[in-house]
């Protein structure tokens, strides 16, 4: 079972995000994220094997001081034609970087590789298993209305949960 370090927004940016989901679901593009029932987050860390137990430990000992940390969803992308994936990409902030690698340095082991520092790519995902012409779609559905979103936000251990 894998396991994600995510932050969670706050209800308005969630229920922004929410509302993307269900358009998708309603045009018949998608309904994945609705079906997995995932708050809308931004995962910051996915390892396959790991102690949650140590691991929120360290968290909560390397950040539980840490404000709130501002992201901002600035707007709509896909991880390319093949990938399957669209997502609200986040703004990399050098405070949302810095704390990304910093949690993965902190927890050690072996994080995922597009969840190491070099490869992240800071997104939400509004849905995956589409195929290219269902990436189209969304993109044409969301594009046009799409606003930036933005909200503050304190890291929030306890989402260290299965993925």
């Known amino acids: 079972m894998a ?10 940016v969630a229920e922004a995000v929410s509302a ?6 309603a045009a018949g593009i998608s309904r994945s994220m609705l079906d997995l029932d995932y708050k ?3 995962t910051l860390a996915v390892y396959d094997e790991l102690d949650v137990a140590a691991a929120v430990a360290c968290l909560d000992r390397a950040f539980g001081g840490v ?3 501002r992201v901002a969803l600035t707007g709509f992308s896909t991880f390319g034609a093949n990938s399957g994936v669209c997502y609200a990409a986040l703004a ?4 949302l970087i810095a704390l990304q690698a910093a949690i993965t340095g902190v927890i050690g082991g072996s994080c995922r590789p597009h969840y190491q520092p070099e490869g992240w790519t800071p997104h ?16 044409d559905l969301l594009e046009p209305d799409w606003r930036a979103l933005a909200c503050s936000r304190r890291p ?8």
Request: charged share 20%; hydrophobic share 45%; glycine share 2%.
């Open 20 to 25: 993307c989901c269900r358009r998708l679901a």
């Open 92 to 95: 990399p902030s050098p405070e």
């Open 3 to 12: 396991f994600a370090v995510s932050l969670l927004f706050d209800s308005d």
């Open 156 to 163: 929030i251990w306890s989402s260290l949960s299965p993925s």
């Open 67 to 69: 404000d709130q940390i």
């Open 124 to 139: 939400c995902t509004l849905a995956v298993a589409m195929e290219g012409a269902a990436m189209e779609r969304a993109r």
């Open 40 to 42: 809308p987050h931004a």
